[in-house]
C-alpha cells in the first residue's frame, strides 16, 4: 500500500509539474499579448523614452540616448560627481513632475529655483552658488525613488535633499497604473502563473482594506497603504539622519477635476503627510498654498484625450518655484539650512 501511495503522489506532482507548465505558457503568451496591446496605446515607446532597467527594483529608465538626456538616465544636464568648491549642492528626488513631464527642461520648477536662488545669491553675495541635480523620473514610486535616494543621491555629497512627493507615489510600480502602464510593460516575471496568483492576492487585499476608505482615488490610495507610507517617510528621515543632510519633503497637491483649490478636498491628507513628516524629522513644504490664488485650468497641463491631475503647466512650475525659493531662503535666513 505504501508502495501505491508514493506511486500516487508521483503521479499527482507529474500532474500538477504538467498542469503548471500548461499554464506558464499560456500566461506567457496572454502576457506577450498584453504588451502588444500596450504598445498599441502608446504607439512606440521610444516617445517616453524609456527602456528595461539593470535593477529590478527600478523595473525601467530612461534611457542615456534619449533627447534631453543625461549619460546617467536623467531628464538634465551631466553633474560631476565631485562637488566643486564653494558650490552648494540640492538634489532633488521625484517622478515626472520633478522631471518637468511634457513642458521645455528649462521650465521645470527644478531649473526655475536654481536659477531664482542663483539670481538672489548673485544680488546679495550672501550664499555661494547653487547646483540643482533633478534625480526623477516618470511613473517612479516611492519604492523606486528610494532606490535613487540611497543608491545615488549621495554620490554628489548634497547639501539639501528636496524629496518631490506627489499624492500617486504609494501607488505600486506593476500591480498600480500610475506610470502609465510603464511597470507592467517593461516587469519581467520569472514565473507568469505565480505573477497572475501574486497580483489577483494584491488586489484583494487592497479590496478588503478599502472597505473602510472614502473619498476619491488619492485619499483611498493613502488610507489603504498608510502604514507603508509611514514606513517610507521614517526611512527617508533615517537615512536623511544618518547622511547629515537636511531633507525637505514637498508635498504637491493634485488638481481635481471640476473643483477649486477653495474647496479642495485633500486638505486632511495633506496636513497629516506635514505632520508625519514633522514628526520623524523632515521638513515639510506643503505646496497647496502656492497654488491657492489660482485656477487650476491655468496652471495645469491640458490633454486631448484624459484630465491630468498631477502635471502642471510651465506657468505651475514657475509658481512652484517661487514658493521653494522663499521657503528655503527663510530656512537659510534661520539657519536651519
Known sequence: MKNDMLKNLGLLAG??????????????????????????????????KTIPSDDPRLIYTISPTARGSNSQGYMDSEHAKQKPAGVYRIVIIGDSVAQGWEILPAQSFAKVLERELNAAADSTAAHPPF????????????SQELVL??????????DLILWSYCLNDPAHPVYHNANGELGRYYYKPASYAWYVVAKRLFHLRQRIRARNCNG????????????????????????????????????????????????YTLRGLHIRLVDTATEFGLIPLDLLPAFEPYAPKDIKLHRDTWYDPWHPNPLGHQILAGYMRDFLQTLMTEGRL
Open 149 to 158: 535616494f540611497e543608491e545615488e543621491a549621495f554620490e554628489y555629497d548634497p
Open 216 to 263: 476619491e482615488y488619492h485619499s483611498i490610495l493613502h488610507c489603504v497603504y498608510w502604514d507603508q507610507v509611514e514606513t517610507d517617510i521614517r526611512r527617508i528621515a533615517a537615512v536623511a539622519n544618518e547622511r547629515g543632510v537636511p531633507c525637505v519633503f514637498m508635498i504637491h497637491p493634485v488638481f481635481q477635476e471640476g473643483i477649486a483649490f477653495s474647496q
Open 131 to 142: 547646483e540643482i541635480i533633478v534625480l526623477a523620473r516618470l511613473g517612479y514610486s516611492t
Open 15 to 48: 500532474v500538477m509539474l504538467v498542469m503548471f507548465i500548461a499554464a506558464e505558457v499560456v500566461l506567457r503568451s496572454a502576457h506577450r499579448k498584453e504588451l502588444r496591446s500596450i504598445e498599441s496605446r502608446h504607439p512606440g515607446r521610444d516617445s517616453l
